[in-house]
T-cell receptor, first 116, second 114 residues
């Protein structure tokens, strides 16, 4: 079975601090896909990144960066120089074709609050 | 990418009634899903909406309670039947262009049952 664990339920930082959101996953598949989504107070989930299990390169997009490590089954998300607009719930998700027909399993989410 | 329009955005309903939520995608997609998100919690998959056939329900969800239609590749509906206060939640429609691709989400329907 697939499982995604986001151990941090809530994180609070002051603007301009860096913050890392942790994500640990479990799957028996050798091919799988990892995702991060942002859910601002408006409620709509916004896709941030997709990573496949064969690509362990870290990725940077502006203030966002992702660290994928298969050895520890982790896919952590770092926001550099956080801003108030980053306040949201962030979900990590896993999709594995053989286990779950492409459907995504979501973690419980981490609520990030960035204070001015 | 895909843009998803979901309506209504919110509703307050009486116990025992039913509500149908509509989900329209701006392009043809392979997969459509319905999720429930209870306050402060993660997303729970209700079912996969299959085009032209019966939906595939996850454990704990049944067709009588959550009938789903998907008449084509761009549209789906979810009905919450015989509602009780426990059904108060956010219901989210999502679509994937292909298997294992990213999911795009509608704005959600905030349902309150009184």
């Amino acid at each position: 079975a697939q499982k995604v664990t986001q151990a941090q339920t809530e994180i609070s930082v002051v603007e301009k601090e860096d913050v890392t959101l942790d994500c640990v996953y479990e799957t028996r598949d050798t091919t799988y896909y990892l995702f991060w989504y942002k859910q601002p107070p408006s409620g709509e989930l916004v896709f941030l990144i997709r990573r496949n299990s064969f690509d362990e390169q870290n990725e940077i997009s502006g203030r966002y960066s992702w660290n994928f490590q298969k050895s520890t089954s982790s896919f952590n998300f770092t926001i550099t120089a956080s801003q108030v607009v980053d306040s949201a719930v962030y979900f990590c998700a896993l999709s594995a074709p053989n286990t779950n027909a492409g459907k995504s399993t979501f973690g419980d989410g981490t609520t990030l609050t960035v204070k001015p | 990418s895909a843009v998803i329009s979901q309506k209504p955005s919110r509703d307050i309903c009486q116990r025992g009634t039913s509500l149908t939520i509509q989900c329209q995608v701006d392009s043809q997609v392979t997969m459509m899903f319905w999720y429930r998100q209870q306050p402060g919690q993660s997303l729970t998959l209700i079912a996969t909406a299959n085009q032209g056939s019966e939906a595939t329900y996850e454990s704990g969800f049944v067709i009588d309670k959550f009938p789903i239609s998907r008449p084509n590749l761009t549209f789906s509906t979810l009905t919450v039947s015989n509602m009780s206060p426990e059904d108060s939640s956010i219901y989210l429609c999502s679509a994937q262009i292909g298997m294992n691709t990213e999911a795009f989400f509608g704005q959600g329907t905030r349902l309150t049952v009184v």
